[in-house]
């Protein structure tokens, strides 16, 4: 019998590709004949470009084309933000609405001529005064007409009242910073026009189909004349996930000078052109009995987004679902600034929402002179307060357990200060993890082959989660095949149609249009093996036929059986093809569907210098069926590492006069390195749930973030006595 593929650690089957360097990137595609092109970047924070000379660099050595607002071609529907789409800035009028927004467009047969002909680029501006701080911008708060969760407002019960009632109250306000994403790999694009009507776009891309539909609008194209190819990605975590201005300036570029062109994103320029996580003030508003049970939640959000665009980042959406209250009132709202658009980051929403709440929680812990963990526990919600739905599975009490027992939370001294290591102090801290596990519609196919090999497409995209293993556990398992035997084949939109790589989805997406597929092609050759009077399963019924090894068997004593070879071989055919369109289950709109966790830290705190240092942490994660135990364990510990950036670290400062980010590269801008990380346990309950997919899998790409943050920030109060509300914790706020 052939062991099950599904669960187990197995390396990345791209991982030989990855490691010799034969793993092709987008940026890097062989193209022949490329040109290089660069974005040259405006002064100014806003107003309008009232001249731009690009004659000398015209001139200068190898150049092909300089592009500005004057001589670039018009593009239809650059100014949309619908399906999730940003509004482009893509040389379409002389109007400058932040810092480093493009403003030409220079294409040279090398970088080098390309980076000398930028330089020689000349503009004036007419600016206007600007304001990039949310605590300073006078006009009246934006209500959204959504979010990305759902309403903008939600109030159950009567607040007010409950509130009247409570005998512990907090009452505090979190704010967390702008942060950039800095994947290893910034954006990128080849363009390649086939003739004036047809283009191919290596891009590197949370979406292939996303981008397809946005070129095909901007370029008034029909879809299919647009290929876009994705095989590998150097990382993405939500800012991959939008086609922004460089792809469309890209395929610009390309048709304008009548040749291949190649734009990479600088790292300066990732710090504008890409989006970032948004700048929130959240007020807290928890009341409760003197048990500390909750009868009172109320969460206000405001977040920055640009004055020309609309990104809501929706961070009050676990304030309505995690804790059981009779009594919650939710609310979102913008302030535009003279910034560039924000988008999505790793765990958009719950990330900055479950750090406001879950050090609400342990502030009304201490208020209840209530242990943090047991004030979670009573007030554990068993239904959805939001929606009054059950919840598909819930193994939160089983993390808790297993997070604390594994920790040690037992032995924490409850006072603050109270736990020291010789000079050092020490604390303890913990949180809730949650995130919504959605499904999207995606479509697959399964090619099985004479030779007893398969082959899975689908228009997905690997962002550096594994997609291409599990992918192949899951069709390797539904066909009775080693997974060495099966090749997976995504990243292009070539490919069935698939969703963005996004939202933790793709896992619980594409993996049950991968398992139908699979199994469509598995029967499609029982069949034929039944219907073969050559067969020695002839005449059995198709349900009778299990498959294992790559061979088909017979219920019974004696166990007839052959391999798919040879029932292929004798049917004369090369392959048989297997098709599934995956949609959501009918039954998902009856049940609250999440993943859950929870996130232990230990600090300790130089009283003297006011340096934090995270010495360990345990997170216990339930998020479904685990679908591969290591890559699984590698997201939820990369999720984990994200959060001891945010807490301790990351923060882009923006000059407030001139609206320019002065934290531009990885010198300034600071992220965990491996001194900055602790030993790791990572605990993952494996759970059974019929009702959020085919397969059983939630989503682990971002849970692993959600309150890690809190569980950091809660253990230096613990340690210190100092309760830090604004990201990051630096020394200076501990010094104070």
Not at 363 to 368: D, K, M, N, T, Y
Request: glycine share 8%; aromatic share 6%.
């Amino acid at each position: 019998m052939s062991r099950e593929e599904v669960g187990r650690p197995l390396d990345r089957v791209d991982g030989v590709l990855k490691v010799t360097g034969r793993a092709s990137y987008a940026p890097e595609t062989p193209v022949a004949n490329a040109a290089r092109a660069l974005i040259v970047t405006s002064a100014v924070s806003a107003g309008r470009l009232a001249d731009i000379d690009t004659r000398e660099a015209e001139r200068a050595p190898g150049v092909l084309a300089v592009l500005t607002h004057k001589n670039a071609p018009k593009l239809k529907g650059a100014d949309s933000h619908s399906q999730g789409d940003r509004v482009l800035q893509v040389l379409q009028d002389d109007t400058i609405a932040y810092n480093d927004q493009p403003i030409a467009v220079v294409v040279a047969d090398t970088l080098e001529h390309a980076q000398h002909a930028l330089e020689l680029v000349r503009s004036r501006y007419e600016p206007r005064a600007i304001n990039v701080v949310m605590e300073q911008e006078k006009s009246a708060p934006v209500k959204p007409e959504k979010t990305a969760r759902g309403p903008t407002d939600t109030d159950h019960g009567d607040f007010d009242a409950g509130w009247a009632s409570a005998a512990v109250r907090v009452d505090a306000t979190y704010t967390t910073p702008t942060e950039n994403h800095n994947p290893m790999e910034p954006h990128g694009t080849v363009a390649v026009w086939q003739g004036s009507d047809r283009v191919t776009v290596y891009d590197s891309t949370q979406g292939v189909f996303n981008v397809r539909k946005r070129l095909a609008k901007l370029f008034d194209l029909p879809p299919e004349n647009v290929r876009v190819i994705s095989l590998f990605i150097g990382g993405g975590f939500g800012c991959k996930g939008s086609p922004w201005s460089h792809v469309a300036l890209a395929v610009m570029a390309a048709k304008v000078v009548g040749r291949p062109v190649r734009l990479t994103v600088t790292r300066h320029q990732m710090f504008s052109l890409v989006g970032h996580r948004p700048v929130t003030r959240q007020r807290l508003m928890l009341g409760a009995d003197r048990h500390g049970k909750l009868v009172a939640v109320r969460h206000d959000v405001e977040s920055a987004t640009s004055r020309f665009d609309e990104f809501v980042e929706p961070s009050a959406s676990q304030t309505r679902m995690l804790y059981a209250c009779p009594n919650i009132r939710t609310s979102h709202r913008l302030r535009r600034l003279d910034i560039p658009t924000p988008t999505f980051m790793r765990a958009p929403g719950e990330s900055s929402g479950t750090f406001a709440l879950e050090s609400a929680m342990d502030e009304l812990a201490s208020a209840a002179g209530v242990d943090p963990l047991q004030l979670r526990l009573a007030n554990y919600a068993e239904k959805d307060p939001d929606s009054g739905h059950p919840f598909s599975s819930k193994s939160l009490r089983q993390c808790y357990q297993a997070g604390a027992d594994k920790f040690g939370w037992a032995r924490r001294k409850p006072g603050v200060g109270a736990m020291r290591d010789g000079r050092l102090l020490v604390g303890w801290g913990m949180a809730t993890a949650t995130y919504p596990a959605g499904q999207s519609e995606a479509k697959a196919t399964v090619r099985l082959r004479a030779d007893g090999t398969a082959v899975v497409q689908t228009g997905s995209q690997d962002i550096g989660t594994g997609t291409y293993t599990i992918l192949a556990q899951v069709a390797a398992d539904a066909l009775g095949l080693p997974v060495e035997r099966v090749r997976v084949e995504i990243g292009d939109t070539k490919l069935p149609e698939a969703p963005l790589s996004a939202g933790s989805r793709t896992a619980s997406s594409v993996s049950p249009a991968v398992k139908g597929a699979a199994e469509a092609a598995r029967t499609a050759v029982i069949a034929l093996a039944v219907a073969d009077r050559r067969s020695p399963l002839h005449g059995l019924a198709v349900d009778q036929i299990t498959v294992t090894g790559g061979e088909l068997w017979a219920p019974g004593g004696g166990h007839p059986h052959e391999t798919y070879a040879a029932v292929l071989g004798r049917a004369r055919q090369d392959e048989v093809v297997g098709q599934f369109d995956s949609k959501e289950k009918p039954d998902r709109k009856d049940y609250a569907i999440h993943a859950f966790g929870a996130q232990f830290a230990e600090v300790t705190v130089d009283p003297d210098l006011g340096q934090v240092r995270v010495r360990r942490f345990v997170g216990a994660f339930a998020a479904g069926k685990v679908l591969n135990a290591k890559t699984a364990r590698s997201q939820l510990m990369g999720g984990i590492v994200w959060g001891i950036g945010m807490a301790l670290l990351e923060k882009t400062e923006r000059d407030a006069r001139s609206g320019r980010v002065v934290t531009r590269d990885l010198a300034d801008y600071h992220v965990p390195v491996n001194l900055d990380v602790p030993p790791i346990d990572i605990i993952m309950i494996d759970e059974a749930d019929a009702h959020v997919n085919d397969v059983g899998a939630k989503g682990m790409g971002e849970i692993g973030n959600t309150g890690s943050h809190a569980a950091i920030a809660n253990a230096v109060y613990h340690a210190t006595g100092r309760r830090i509300r604004d990201l990051p914790i630096t020394p200076d706020k501990l010094l104070l």
